[in-house]
């Protein structure tokens, strides 16, 4: 018997359960539109939510700092690493998000894991929110502080836990996603404010879904809310809506002063490339100057969900642009994510462990950049393979 053997054993439970999957290779910009292993789709499963990704000022830009700086940073930024671009970057981003520092890192979950570490330390309480994303999950155990979970924006658990456990801790921080990846329902940011002031705790709030989504021009959960300067650690991404690649923190200054000396991922691991840094500055100021992107990725969002309705699919709780289509069974998901790629429709499946068992979905993104013609197309499919695996 080989050392290795039980991973091919773990490999073939997968195959058993029907959730084994391959990796689809992409040839193209990960666009409305995609060459996906050879073969032209439509795509319905990007976080491209703005269509910046490959949006032509937005490359120009990259090319840009390409021809200037090269390809890589070259260091951590607390040696060479930290360039000029960097900082213009953390100084736009506060301006987009009203906000007083913001601190860039690598991507959102290096962001996650970085500053959670870095704020609490044993004797402090972390309380989550069930359903938060793997990346503050993993953020939580990696610190030292003590944890509870209440249940999925329960706002009446979360302060039966604040009123057990408050006075046992020096700080108590809760953590919650903005906009949930799995459902695309929203927390309740306003009671989790109230709960904060009222108990003495600190918020951290992760809004990689919707940042450039929410908000005035795509500022977030927390304009969405009006509570500007009531949050005291807002995260985002630059992955997803903004098109590159990264994460960070709006917070304040000396908070940014602590994780340049603290946080992990900033002290060992190299920082943004230049071209990422420079097209990221592209698209948060094409956010600035306009609303057009968030509007028609709204457009495009209200009417995708409308129809799937009127056929019938359960879309869930959703509140954003974020579309899950339940299934149920893991096996009848994959199928279905299956049929529709067979009909010119990608759609991933999301299963367990990703989410629990028997509510297996495939999770719709929406875009600015769908046509109407895409999201009609994409529709019709939705419609001819719900009938013939019978979900619909």
């Known amino acids: 018997m080989g050392k290795l053997d039980f991973i091919d054993k773990n490999i073939a439970t997968l195959k058993e359960d029907g959730v084994y999957r391959e990796l689809p290779v992409i040839s193209s910009p990960c666009s409305n539109v995609i060459m996906l292993d050879g073969k032209e789709v439509i795509n319905l499963s990007s976080n491209n939510y703005l269509g910046l990704a490959n949006h032509p000022r937005v490359v120009k830009a990259a090319h840009d700092a390409?021809?200037?700086?090269?390809a890589g940073s070259g260091s951590v930024r607390t040696i060479v690493g930290n360039q000029d671009l960097l900082e213009e970057l953390e100084t736009v981003l506060a301006e987009f998000k009203e906000e007083e520092a913001v601190m860039c890192f690598q991507s959102g979950l290096n962001c996650n894991i970085g500053t959670i570490q870095a704020i609490v330390e044993k004797g402090d309480l972390i309380i989550s929110d069930a359903l938060n994303h793997a990346s503050i999950i993993d953020g939580v155990r990696l610190s030292k502080a003590d944890k509870a979970v209440y249940r999925h924006n329960d706002m009446e658990h979360l302060e039966s836990i604040l009123r057990e456990k408050r006075a046992d801790y020096r700080n108590v921080l809760i953590i919650t996603d903005g906009v949930f990846s799995m459902d695309g329902d929203l927390a309740p940011l306003p009671k989790i404010v109230?709960?904060?002031k009222k108990y003495s705790c600190l918020t951290y709030v992760d809004d990689a879904h919707g940042s450039g989504v929410l908000g005035r021009s795509g500022r977030g959960t927390i304009d969405h809310f009006g509570l500007h300067g009531e949050v005291d650690f807002i995260i985002g991404t630059l992955s997803k809506a903004i098109g590159v690649i990264g994460g960070y923190v709006a917070t304040k200054n000396n908070v940014k002063t602590w994780l340049l000396h603290r946080?992990?991922?900033?002290?060992?691991?190299?920082?943004?490339?230049?071209a990422a840094t420079?097209?990221?500055i592209e698209s948060v100021?094409?956010?600035?100057?306009?609303?057009?992107?968030?509007?028609?990725?709204?457009?495009?969002?209200r009417y995708f969900k409308s129809a799937l309705k009127k056929l019938g699919f359960?879309?869930?709780?959703?509140?954003?642009?974020i579309t899950p289509v339940m299934i149920g069974n893991e096996a009848k998901t994959m199928a279905f994510s299956k049929a529709l790629l067979e009909n010119g429709v990608f759609v991933s499946g999301i299963v367990f462990p990703t989410v629990p068992k028997g509510t297996g979905r495939v999770r719709v993104m929406i875009s600015a950049s769908h046509t109407k013609e895409n999201l009609d197309k994409a529709i019709a499919v939705f419609e001819k393979v719900g009938k013939e695996l019978s979900v619909l």
């Open 314 to 321: 359960d879309i869930g709780k959703s509140e954003t642009p």
């Open 194 to 196: 109230d709960l904060a």
């Open 66 to 70: 390409l021809d200037a700086y090269g």
């Open 285 to 301: 100021r094409m956010l600035m100057e306009s609303e057009q992107y968030t509007e028609a990725l709204w457009e495009n969002a």
């Open 263 to 274: 946080a992990r991922p900033l002290l060992f691991s190299t920082a943004l490339p230049p």
């Open 278 to 280: 420079k097209a990221t």
